[in-house]
């Protein structure tokens, strides 16, 4: 099991796996989003991740309204949890 949390540990979160690879994504809108020169990206299967306190926190973004890359981040600390 793999567990991680958001700055403020508000709110937490476990999965079971990673199946597939990790890699840093260095398109313009990661940039961005991160403030940084890349960002990592983990993918993990919706059915193995668990929240264990704090979902209600978490906050989405739409980059495009209806469709396309969903950020999301914890609403007190701004933590990215997901993309
Ligand atoms: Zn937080
Ligand atoms: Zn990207």
Known sequence: MIN????????????????GKIYNCHCSQCRKSHGAAFATQVFARGAT???????????EYRQVPGHGVIRAFCSKCGSRLMN
């Open 4 to 19: 991680g949390s958001c700055l403020c540990g508000a709110i937490e979160y476990e999965v079971e796996e990673i199946p």
């Open 49 to 59: 991740l668990r929240f264990i306190k704090g979902e209600e926190l978490l906050k």
